[in-house]
């Protein structure tokens, strides 16, 4: 079946530094989306990207999709300790049944000061 | 009011015990969702359902069941627990526009069995 492979699993980095995380996926994606879950929340929808080799910009992050649609990265500039969370994407491929996603394993990461 | 919400949010039961999680929505959503959430696994699909209908398993279905009881309404079971169900228990729905198909998760539901 399709698999979602997520890196880092986990990011420490100073307050002020910058931090990417990378998502692979087995097989095609018809697009993909990417989550934000805080400590002790449910994760929160952050933007879905669809074209080949979209990139889109929100506040301090920076979302790709790769031209193969296989892949994606999320990069935040200024990392500031309100971004502490944990960072998932989501691989939609579309099936038989319609869209079926299928999430990464995550990248927790944690700011210190 | 949330726009999903689910039921108990918290629960500790024994092995062997059978246990039902709901998930009510607001959003008039078609689609709904149940995942697990495990520490390093991410979030996998137990159960989904597009309408009142369909029911589809998941990737972990084996030991859980569902209930469509109504467009608003996804309930989750374990027909006897054990303790490798301990863990976070999301509901989720989805507009079926694939333009908008992103999940709306409720709190979560947090379970451990005994």
């Known amino acids: 079946g399709q698999q979602v492979m997520q890196i880092p699993q986990y990011q420490h980095v100073q307050e002020g530094e910058d931090f990417t995380t990378y998502c692979n996926s087995s097989t095609t994606l018809s697009n993909i989306q990417w989550y934000k879950q805080r400590p002790g929340g449910h994760p929160v929808f952050l933007i879905q990207l669809v074209k080949s080799g979209e990139v889109k910009k929100q506040k301090r992050l920076t979302f790709q999709f790769g031209e193969a649609k296989k892949n994606s990265s999320l990069h935040n500039t200024a990392t500031q300790t309100t971004d502490v969370g944990t960072y998932f994407c989501a691989g939609s491929r579309l099936t038989g049944g319609g869209n079926k996603l299928t999430f990464g394993t995550g990248t927790q990461l944690k700011v210190e000061l | 009011d949330a726009d999903v919400t689910q039921t108990p949010r918290n629960r500790i039961t024994k092995t062997g015990k059978r246990i039902m999680l709901e998930c009510s929505q607001t959003k008039g959503h078609d689609r709904m969702y149940w995942y697990r959430q495990d520490p390093g696994l991410g979030l996998r699909l137990i159960y989904y359902s597009f309408d009142v209908k369909d029911i589809n398993k998941g990737e972990i279905s084996d030991g859980y069941s569902v209930s469509r009881q109504a467009q608003a309404k996804f309930s989750l079971s374990l027909e006897s627990a054990i303790p490798n169900q301990t863990a976070l228990y999301f509901c989720?729905?989805?507009?079926?526009?694939?333009?908008?198909?992103?999940?709306?998760f409720g709190p979560g539901t947090r379970l451990t069995v005994l």
């Open positions: 989720a729905t989805s507009d079926p526009d694939p333009a908008r198909d992103t999940q709306y």
